[in-house]
């Protein structure tokens, strides 16, 4: 599998998303909230990830968008633990912005985690 995380890696429209936080299951993985659902109705064997920094927390959309994008990478350099399809969304909780490094331990930590729980 390539390491990409090309459009239809990323989780799009609001019935989808909605569905995950509603029926998905969660847990913390510090800095990160994770959502996520196996998958049966998608035609595309896919999993789909979606990613967000709070504005409340961070005001700044560049420090937002360097978060996403670290978060990005470091689920685009894991992938291959997951072996189904799921909908995952990884959601940043702390006050502080923390190195690629936190970062990509609690994404590996919590794609395991997953990839055990299914």
Not at 48 to 56: F, G, N, R
Not at 75 to 102: C, T
């Amino acid at each position: 599998m390539p390491n990409t995380l090309s459009k239809n890696n990323r989780l799009c429209g609001q019935e989808r998303i909605a569905a995950l936080y509603k029926e998905g299951k969660r847990f913390t993985a510090w800095p990160l909230r994770v959502t996520y659902m196996p998958v049966t109705d998608n035609p595309s064997p896919v999993t789909e990830v979606l990613v967000w920094a709070p504005k409340s927390l961070f005001k700044r959309a560049v420090r937002r968008n360097h978060l996403r994008r670290l978060m990005r990478e470091a689920y685009r350099l894991h992938q291959d633990i997951l072996s189904s399809n799921f909908l995952i969304a990884f959601n940043y909780i702390d006050k502080e912005e923390q190195s690629f490094a936190i970062i990509e331990k609690a994404v590996c930590k919590s794609l395991k985690k997953i990839s055990e729980l299914s």
